[in-house]
């Protein structure tokens, strides 16, 4: 009886201890692969964010220049002309910088005709340096 009343004691006492399911390698690679793609997803989704906060930067940054440009066009295009006067490829790539600028500008303010006029009298007055129209050629101006 007294064992009898022990082995009861026991059973109602000890938990039942369920082993977990045993997991097979495809179901450890198959987690592997879901926590990758998640990984990458969210890696993914992280760029893309940071590519559009750079791109809204980029465009204020474009729209902040452009309106200082609006204040005094007529002194960057004198600042075009000084520039070319230079005949220092650095100074042409500034010019055809600001030249972008110019053509934005212009874009911007519905008269682009008024930009190529002047423009097409600049590639005349320096038709003679072919570093200048070779890079204003790559800038598609």
């Not at 600001?98 to 423009?119: G, S």
């Amino acid at each position: 009886m007294r064992l009898e009343l022990l082995r009861r004691f026991r059973d109602e006492t000890t938990p039942s201890i369920v082993a977990p399911p045993r997991r097979t390698v495809a179901d450890v690679l198959d987690g592997a692969a879901r926590r990758r793609a998640e990984r990458q997803s969210r890696q993914a989704a992280k760029r893309a964010e940071e590519e559009a906060r750079r791109a809204s930067a980029r465009a204020l940054a474009d729209e902040r220049r452009l309106a200082e440009l609006a204040h005094d066009e007529q002194a960057a295009w004198a600042r075009v002309d000084a520039l070319i006067g230079t005949r220092k490829p650095a100074d042409y790539d500034a010019a055809v910088a600001l030249l972008t600028d110019l053509r934005a500008l212009a874009e911007r303010n519905a008269h682009p005709h008024e930009f190529t006029q002047r423009l097409a009298t600049l590639r005349q007055t320096h038709a003679r340096k072919p570093g200048l129209l070779d890079r204003l050629d790559r800038a598609n101006l």
